[in-house]
Each structure stands twice: as structure tokens, then as C-alpha cells.
């Protein structure tokens, strides 16, 4: 589990030691959900948070910025919707997109990918694509950290167990 948990600090495949977790463990059913979890991904590897947050900051805000600026909506009605805007309460689509990203980027900055996919899920369609492929690698990370949680406390479990 060690070594596993040494490779998962990377973003490199870790084939190897999810195969050596596998020979240990047997036919340990609490560990079939995790390892099918850590196998999935095994051969290309998971990118890392710190990855995840300049990707972010690279490639997704920029996109999403762009979908913010022009949802499809003509001039007229971006217009009366700003000048709505002085009279209601409620956010505008690029407010509203604005304010999502926000929140993901400061969950981001503190390091919670957890917190920062659970705002991003709230974007509608167009904003929504263009954050997919980050969407799919972000949450592909967090299930492999639980994934890993799980292998590990029952290596632990085991440990106690034999002594």
C-alpha cells in the first residue's frame, strides 16, 4: 500500500503496484471495489492535484470565460439582461458562471478538488462541455484517492489483525 500510495504522489502509470496489491490481497472481497477503482486508471496514470489547478487555470478558465461572454444570446438581449440586472436579484448566465468559477478556483488554491468539482457540476451545457475533459480528470483523481484510502486502510486492518 506504501508503495502504491508513493506512486499515486506522481502522476505516472502504476500498473505494478496495483498488480502486487492484487497478489496480496486475494479474493479480499473489501478490496475488489477499490482495486477495480485503482485499475481503471493504472495504465495512463491520474493527473495530481497540483496538476488539476494549472490546468485549470490554463485551459478551463479561459474557456469558460468565453462561454460566459456569449452564451448565444444576441447583443440585445445581453444588454437587457445587464440593465435587467440593476432591477432583480438574480444573476446573470455569465454572473452566474463567473461566480462558479470563483468558488472552484478558491477551492483550488486550498487544495480541496472535491469542493471545486462540486461547483463546476453546477454549470449548465455549453459551460459544462467546455470543462468536461478537466471534469472527467479531476474526478478521476478523487476516485482514486478514496480508491486508496480504502486499500489502505485495509492493509492497515490487516496489519493489526495479524499482530
Known amino acids: ?3 502504491l500510495r508513493t506512486a499515486l504522489s506522481g502522476s505516472r502509470p502504476y500498473a505494478k503496484e496495483v498488480a502486487a496489491i492484487r497478489a496480496v490481497a486475494g479474493a479480499d472481497p473489501a478490496l475488489a471495489g477499490p482495486l477495480a477503482v485503482l485499475a481503471t ?3 495512463n496514470g491520474v493527473a495530481t492535484v497540483s496538476q488539476l489547478r494549472d490546468s485549470f487555470a490554463s485551459f ?3 474557456r469558460l470565460a468565453v462561454v460566459a461572454s456569449g452564451d448565444g444570446r444576441s447583443l440585445g438581449a445581453r444588454a ?3 440593465v435587467g440586472s440593476f432591477f432583480s436579484r438574480a444573476a446573470t448566465p455569465e454572473e452566474r458562471i463567473t461566480n462558479i468559477v470563483a468558488q472552484a478556483e478558491r477551492n483550488l488554491t486550498h487544495g480541496h478538488l472535491s469542493g471545486a468539482v462540486d461547483h ?3 454549470l449548465d451545457a455549453a459551460a459544462a462541455a467546455a ?3 478537466w471534469m472527467a480528470d479531476a474526478r478521476a483523481r478523487l ?3 478514496a480508491a486508496l484510502s ?3 486502510a485495509r492493509a492497515l486492518d490487516r496489519f493489526v489483525a495479524a499482530n
Open 1 to 3: 500500500a506504501l508503495q
Open 60 to 62: 478551463v478558465v479561459p
Open 120 to 122: 463546476l457540476s453546477q
Open 150 to 152: 480504502a486499500v489502505s
Open 131 to 133: 470543462a468536461a475533459t
Open 143 to 145: 476516485a482514486v484517492n
Open 80 to 82: 437587457e439582461a445587464w
Open 41 to 43: 486508471h493504472a495504465e
